[in-house]
């Protein structure tokens, strides 16, 4: 098993601010999904060659890497940005789940590299974010299921989906210049 401080460590070594300046030049000519793969890759190599078991998630799934380290190990999920966003879709950021957040950088905010527990970025919106999951998941469970469609009929079908995103600036996560 490892630890998060290990994987953080790790991660650090191999993804240096040089790394993240090249990923930023590719993503700044308009091939963010390249880098997408290209920064998975990566991450992917560093494990594969420091003999460091994982599950790699399937395309649209959450959670970039699981089980790392082994059974019941760390959950990852790589997000990069250029701006004070990251978009988390329908996954809300959990204490299970670490993010692995590669900023490239603003005028204001240098490039870096934000290893962080899911729970450290919904800080402040704890009283009602949950209460906002719980209710689209009603909403799901009431009107988007095949069971549901057989129960109100009709031509229309639905799908209340989550969107989260996380404003990093909020966090207290970003290091200025």
Same mark, same amino acid.
């Given at each position: /098993?490892?630890?998060?401080?290990?994987?953080?460590?790790?991660?650090?070594?191999?993804?240096?601010?040089?790394?993240?300046?090249?990923?930023?030049?590719?993503?700044?000519?308009?091939?963010?999904?390249?880098?997408?793969?290209?920064?998975?890759?990566?991450?992917?190599?560093?494990?594969?060659?420091?003999?460091?078991?994982?599950?790699?998630?399937?395309?649209?799934?959450?959670?970039?890497?699981?089980?790392?380290?082994?059974?019941? %190990?760390?959950?990852?999920?790589?997000? /990069?940005?250029?701006?004070?966003?990251? /978009?988390?879709?329908?996954?809300?950021?959990?204490?299970?789940?670490?993010?692995?957040?590669?900023?490239? %950088?603003?005028?204001?905010?240098?490039?870096?590299?934000?290893?962080?527990?899911?729970?450290?970025?919904?800080?402040?919106?704890?009283?009602?974010?949950?209460?906002?999951?719980?209710?689209?998941?009603?909403?799901?469970?009431?009107?988007?299921?095949?069971?549901?469609?057989?129960?109100? %009929? %009709?031509?229309?079908?639905?799908?209340?989906?989550?969107?989260?995103?996380?404003?990093?600036?909020?966090?207290?996560?970003?290091?200025?210049?």
């Amino acid at each position: /098993m490892i630890s998060p401080d290990v994987l953080n460590e790790l991660l650090r070594r191999y993804i240096t601010i040089d790394v993240i300046e090249e990923w930023k030049g590719m993503k700044d000519a308009g091939n963010t999904q390249a880098v997408e793969r290209i920064y998975i890759k990566f991450i992917k190599d560093i494990f594969d060659s420091n003999s460091i078991t994982y599950e790699k998630a399937p395309s649209q799934r959450p959670y970039d890497f699981r089980e790392i380290g082994g059974i019941g %190990g760390i959950k990852l999920e790589v997000k /990069m940005t250029t701006s004070n966003i990251i /978009m988390c879709n329908n996954t809300l950021p959990t204490s299970s789940t670490y993010y692995l957040i590669i900023y490239l %950088g603003t005028t204001k905010y240098p490039p870096q590299l934000i290893f962080v527990r899911g729970d450290r970025l919904v800080v402040g919106s704890e009283e009602w974010i949950f209460k906002y999951k719980e209710l689209i998941e009603s909403l799901i469970n009431t009107y988007a299921l095949k069971e549901s469609r057989e129960i109100y %009929g %009709g031509s229309v079908t639905v799908r209340p989906r989550p969107s989260y995103s996380i404003l990093l600036k909020e966090t207290g996560l970003l290091i200025e210049y």
